[in-house]
């Protein structure tokens, strides 16, 4: 094959290919069409030259969505990182020298991850790249997972348990869980607290679908005790905000207590496991350089604090 012709083809294959990964992304042509500023046909001939070129079929159509094919599925986890390098290739170039001037970031993190994970760092991003606009997503576990599973977040941050195959997650802090009470309630003062000393007093937790109450649950139900809960509520800040007015007592991970609560805290590390946080991502995933600084960042941060959480990675 003359040299111009092997040009020629692997500049159609990264066309396609790209084609291919936006469609994926969005799950319909005309929509992928809209996003790359080509026509519906322009961009259905090229998924039809990659799938004649590869001799698989990549889509398969579910209503008015399409949907891949297992072969598609594979092709699109090694192609999609390839076409997201090539694409942000004068990024990265620039990002080698120090110089990130433009951009977006986008982060999909849980509250508790928001209020007392992320804001040193985001400080220090937004003061040391301004132009870079960070988009904070707001979101729980099961959200952030399909965001990033749909590309929509670059990382994740947060406390995992059950990792997926196709996850990755890297956990460099760790938190206590605590059991926290006002100062005037009757177990403030005893040392040894055990579960069934906290079974006969009221309990402020989490909603029963979060993860926080089914493993309260299933230490008591180990422990032959019944959970005595008073109040749901969701949100740290709201739970401290109600054991402080004593309304009941509450197990939380210490993350989310800065000193400043009214309360008394006794540690519950034997009954309860500590709680990782790190960084989360989807496998083979691209890191845009944003990404990758402000990840840099983000470990700096952790590792301020080895003399109260770090966790070897």
Known sequence: MPAGSNLYYKKNRLKQLRAFCRVAKAGSISLAAEQLFLSQPTVTLQIQALEREMNITLFERRGPRIELTPEA????????PLVEGIDKL????????????????????????ILYI???????????????????HNVTGHD????????????????????????????SLVFN???????????????DITLEDISAHGMILPPRHLATWRMVEIAFNQCGLKLKVSLEAGGWEIIKKYVEL??????????????EENVVRKPLNRYFPQRSYGVVVRRGKFLTPQAKRFID???AEFFRESGKHLVAV
């Not at 990033?148 to 196709?166: K, N």
């Not at 869980?177 to 040392?191: F, G, S, V």
């Open 246 to 259: 004593g309304m009941g007592i509450s197990i939380v991970t210490d993350v989310c207590l800065t000193g």
């Open 144 to 171: 952030g997972m399909a965001m990033l599973r749909a590309d929509e977040a670059d990382f994740a941050v947060g406390s995992m348990v059950d990792v997926p195959d196709d996850i990755v997650y890297r956990p």
């Open 118 to 136: 992320l804001p040193a760092t985001m400080k220090r991003f937004a003061e040391a790249y301004p132009r870079i606009r960070i988009k904070l």
């Open 73 to 80: 599925e594979v092709l699109y986890h090694l192609a999609q």
């Open 297 to 299: 960042m983000m470990d």
């Open 90 to 113: 004068e990024e990265s170039f620039h990002a080698h020298f120090g110089r990130l001037d433009s951009g977006e970031l986008n982060i999909a993190a849980g509250e508790s991850t």
């Open 177 to 191: 869980p605590t059991l926290i009470m006002p100062p005037d309630h009757p177990l403030a003062e005893k040392e």
